[in-house]
C-alpha cells in the first residue's frame, strides 16, 4: 500500500469503515444492546470517528 491519501483514498476508507460497522451490528436492535457489548462499541466507535 502506498502512501498516497487522497480523496478516493478516504473515500474508500469511509465505505469499508461503514461495511464493517453494518456487518458487526446487523443483530443489534437497540443503543442499549449496543453498550452491553464494549468492544464492540469501542470499535463501532473507532471505526465512526473522524
Known sequence: ???I???TYYIEK???DI????EHTK???TYE?????E???D???YNTSV
Open 19 to 22: 461495511e464493517f460497522v453494518l
Open 33 to 37: 444492546e449496543l453498550g452491553k457489548d
Open 1 to 3: 500500500m502506498d502512501n
Open 43 to 45: 470499535s463501532v466507535s
Open 27 to 29: 443483530n443489534v436492535n
Open 5 to 7: 491519501k487522497n480523496n
Open 14 to 16: 469511509i465505505v469499508r
Open 39 to 41: 468492544v464492540l462499541l
